[in-house]
């Protein structure tokens, strides 16, 4: 070996790898800077996510299959208006009374939901003298704790934000669908223009400018009641709502936590 | 020779290792977006993005801002939990230009709501059409406000 690759040499190369570590950090800063200049947004200021907790509560009791929570979130979140898709919808349950001779408290139980309850709900076909029951459920995001859409997510555009939604990156998702096969309650489709996944997002516009979700907002029965834990007022609606009602989860076996809290539902409920 | 060298086929796998390592780092500093970390493992700008949209309904508040009077009159009224832009539709364009008139009501609004079915709440006031004045319309003789006075 001659003396080419010497000390000397070898000292260079150390330098100038040390100079490119020093200016990491220098770049770092450079880059958020002009990151901060080119994405000012029409975002409310102010709005911190670690001083929320959203949650909803349903009671199913009041529910009158109405449709104009749907309705609203379609029009609020510009969702595609073929029935395939939503963010939320309303379900309604029959229960049949159990056939003659049945050894059964409950008959044949069936759901429908005509456009996702979007225009109201036709009277129901069935006669009334079989029906040993009925209702409407209106579902969306369940608000996991422990959301399996984000834990499905190849790409980490599926997130829970500190503030308790469940938001989707649409910069980041692929659009592979899995978060929506993971996803229990059935609350995720793909957005048909983007190919991005979709759900709901809590109304994220609404509720960081301090109004209530487009669904809540019209519905005329307070079904649905929309509640902040970390900021609860005396008589907070959340809390009656908590004292009033045996509150339930949907699907509490498979550990989600959800925060879409449900009030009077029979155990068909899915 | 006193000082020990390191073998040249090494100094070379060294360097070349070095210099992925900082290529590497020089690039995933430029390609993590700035927001990255800032709650989580995620884009912190993602949240922003979410929020920046513009409301489409306007909220009760803003309708109590002009129509203070009827706003009164329907907390005292039947119809008080019915909020205004259930019936009226998404407002925000009207409260920011009030020339753009909000759409008429109609009697699907009503039906909506009050059409007999089987899963509607017992206590909830339901009519079944062919049997409740089948050619009449309902605001013939309701208020919209107040339904049970009649026009």
Same mark, same amino acid.
């Given at each position: 070996?001659?003396?080419?690759?010497?000390?000397?040499?070898?000292?260079?190369?150390?330098?100038?790898?040390?100079?490119?570590?020093?200016?990491?950090?220098?770049?770092?800063?450079?880059?958020?800077?002009?990151?901060?200049?080119?994405?000012?947004?029409?975002?409310?200021?102010?709005?911190?996510?670690?001083?929320?907790?959203?949650?909803?509560?349903?009671?199913?009791?009041?529910?009158?299959?109405?449709?104009?929570?749907v309705d609203a979130?379609?029009?609020?979140?510009?969702?595609?208006?073929?029935?395939? +898709?939503?963010?939320?919808?309303?379900?309604?349950?029959?229960?049949?009374?159990?056939?003659?001779?049945?050894?059964?408290?409950?008959?044949?139980?069936?759901?429908?939901?005509?456009?996702?309850?979007?225009?109201?709900?036709?009277?129901?076909?069935?006669?009334?003298?079989?029906?040993?029951?009925?209702?409407?459920?209106?579902?969306?995001?369940?608000?996991?704790?422990?959301?399996?859409?984000?834990?499905?997510?190849?790409?980490?555009?599926?997130?829970?934000?500190?503030?308790?939604?469940?938001?989707?990156?649409?910069?980041?998702?692929?659009?592979?669908?899995?978060?929506?096969?993971?996803?229990?309650?059935?609350?995720?489709?793909?957005?048909?223009?983007?190919?991005?996944?979709?759900?709901?997002?809590?109304?994220?516009?609404?509720?960081?400018?301090?109004?209530?979700?487009?669904?809540?907002?019209?519905?005329?029965?307070?079904?649905?009641?929309?509640?902040?834990?970390?900021?609860?007022?005396?008589?907070?609606?959340?809390?009656?709502?908590?004292?009033?009602?045996?509150?339930?989860t949907l699907k509490?076996?498979?550990?989600?936590?959800?925060?879409?809290?449900?009030?009077?539902?029979?155990?068909?409920?899915? | 020779?006193?000082?020990?060298?390191?073998?040249?086929?090494?100094?070379?796998?060294?360097?070349?290792?070095?210099?992925?390592?900082?290529?590497?780092?020089?690039?995933?500093?430029?390609?993590?977006p700035a927001t990255?970390?800032?709650?989580?493992?995620?884009?912190?700008?993602?949240?922003?993005?979410?929020?920046?949209?513009?409301?489409? +309904?306007?909220?009760?508040?803003?309708?109590?801002?002009?129509?203070?009077?009827?706003?009164?009159?329907?907390?005292?009224?039947?119809?008080?939990?019915?909020?205004?832009?259930?019936?009226?539709?998404?407002?925000?364009?009207?409260?920011?230009?009030?020339?753009?008139?909000?759409?008429?009501?109609?009697?699907?609004?009503?039906?909506?709501?009050?059409?007999?079915?089987?899963?509607?709440?017992?206590?909830?006031?339901?009519?079944?059409?062919?049997?409740?004045?089948?050619?009449?319309?309902?605001?013939?003789?309701?208020?919209?406000?107040?339904?049970?006075?009649?026009?």
């Amino acid at each position: 070996m001659n003396s080419s690759c010497s000390r000397r040499r070898w000292l260079g190369w150390l330098g100038s790898g040390l100079g490119w570590l020093a200016a990491l950090p220098a770049a770092k800063a450079a880059k958020s800077t002009v990151k901060n200049l080119l994405t000012s947004s029409g975002a409310p200021k102010g709005y911190d996510p670690t001083k929320h907790q959203w949650l909803m509560c349903i009671d199913v009791d009041r529910c009158i299959g109405c449709g104009l929570c749907v309705d609203a979130c379609k029009i609020e979140n510009k969702v595609s208006a073929s029935p395939h +898709y939503f963010r939320t919808w309303i379900e309604r349950y029959l229960i049949r009374k159990p056939k003659p001779g049945q050894l059964a408290l409950r008959g044949e139980v069936t759901v429908d939901s005509p456009n996702g309850g979007r225009d109201g709900f036709p009277p129901t076909l069935v006669p009334k003298s079989e029906i040993l029951k009925a209702f409407y459920v209106p579902k969306l995001c369940n608000l996991c704790e422990h959301s399996p859409c984000s834990q499905a997510c190849p790409v980490g555009a599926t997130f829970d934000t500190p503030d308790g939604a469940v938001l989707v990156d649409p910069e980041y998702c692929i659009g592979c669908g899995f978060c929506i096969q993971a996803c229990p309650y059935g609350c995720r489709f793909m957005n048909p223009d983007t190919h991005t996944a979709e759900k709901c997002t809590l109304c994220y516009h609404r509720i960081t400018r301090g109004l209530k979700p487009a669904c809540v907002e019209v519905c005329p029965t307070q079904t649905r009641i929309f509640g902040d834990l970390k900021n609860m007022t005396e008589k907070d609606p959340v809390q009656e709502f908590i004292r009033n009602n045996k509150v339930f989860t949907l699907k509490p076996n498979l550990g989600t936590e959800p925060r879409v809290l449900y009030a009077n539902i029979d155990k068909e409920v899915r | 020779m006193t000082s020990p060298r390191l073998p040249p086929q090494l100094l070379r796998l060294v360097l070349l290792t070095l210099a992925i390592i900082g290529t590497y780092s020089v690039a995933r500093v430029f390609l993590t977006p700035a927001t990255f970390g800032q709650f989580g493992h995620y884009r912190g700008a993602a949240l922003e993005e979410a929020a920046s949209r513009p409301p489409v +309904y306007a909220g009760a508040k803003a309708c109590d801002e002009c129509h203070g009077d009827t706003f009164a009159q329907l907390t005292k009224a039947r119809h008080r939990s019915v909020s205004c832009e259930a019936c009226h539709g998404p407002n925000r364009p009207h409260v920011k230009n009030p020339d753009i008139v909000p759409a008429k009501l109609t009697d699907r609004h009503c039906v909506r709501c009050h059409l007999a079915d089987a899963a509607r709440p017992a206590k909830h006031r339901q009519i079944n059409l062919t049997e409740h004045y089948p050619n009449e319309k309902c605001l013939e003789c309701h208020v919209a406000h107040q339904p049970n006075q009649s026009k």
